[in-house]
């Protein structure tokens, strides 16, 4: 079973700041898709970044940016120029393609932004 | 659009009543997905449909919980009688397709359910 782990339960970070918040899954396939979800207070969950496994350049959408190393099986987000509304839960999640619809979530990255 | 909808939006009930908590698929999207998030397991699965049939509920807790899809517009997750450990989030979530594809999962604004 695919499994994806997220080794900081909590971290914090400057404003202006650049944070890396790591994340590792865990799979026998080859294609899949890999996610970074942010989880505000407001609790809605709201997509942050994907990545195509299949693909060999990082995701990037602005100031979210993705370091995927596919042998090692390892997908941190970097956020560049931290903003206090980044404040927030992050969630790694992954999913098989053409498999299962279900998506596998890590426990989350409560992540902190100091002003 | 107005994305996924979940209502209500808090819920606190005594254990042994039925809750029922209700969702709203963006239009057009095939896909379903209940999920309950909890500090101790973080976001788990407990059931999706597809063309308002479900497909695998694998991820329902037990009996006491149920889920339906009367039509493509419609989704509730019943728990029935409810206890102290069912106290989470409840995300409701669509896709237009599997979510493998380009298309992701949309997320509606959560649940928080209180059992005392």
């Known amino acids: 079973a695919q499994t994806v782990t997220q080794s900081q339960p909590e971290m914090s970070v400057q404003e202006a700041e650049t944070v890396t918040l790591s994340c590792t899954y865990d799979?026998?396939?080859?294609?899949?898709?890999l996610f970074w979800y942010k989880q505000p207070p407001s609790r809605q969950m709201i997509l942050v970044i994907r990545q195509e496994a299949y693909k060999q350049q990082n995701a990037t959408e602005n100031r979210f940016s993705v370091n995927f190393q596919k042998a090692a099986k390892s997908f941190s987000l970097k956020i560049s120029d931290s903003q206090l509304g980044d404040t927030a839960m992050y969630f790694c999640?992954?999913?098989?393609?053409?498999?299962?619809?279900?998506?596998?979530f890590g426990k989350g990255t409560k992540l902190t932004v100091n002003p | 659009d107005a994305g996924v909808i979940q209502s209500p939006r808090h819920e606190v009930t005594e254990m042994g009543q039925e809750v029922t908590l209700r969702c709203k698929p963006i239009s057009g999207h095939d896909y379903l997905f209940w999920y309950r998030q909890t500090m101790m397991r973080g976001l788990e699965l407990l059931i999706y449909f597809n063309n308002n049939v479900p497909i695998d509920d694998s991820g329902m807790p037990e009996d006491r919980f149920s889920a339906k899809m009367p039509n493509a517009s419609f989704s509730t997750l019943k728990i029935q009688p409810s206890e102290p450990r069912d106290s989470a989030v409840y995300f409701c979530?669509?896709?237009?397709?599997?979510?493998?594809?380009?298309?992701?999962?949309?997320f509606g604004p959560g649940t928080r359910l209180t059992v005392t």
């Open positions: 799979t026998s396939e080859s294609n899949y898709y």
């Open positions: 979530a669509s896709s237009p397709e599997g979510s493998w594809a380009l298309d992701e999962q949309y």
């Open positions: 999640a992954f999913i098989q393609e053409g498999g299962s619809e279900k998506l596998v």
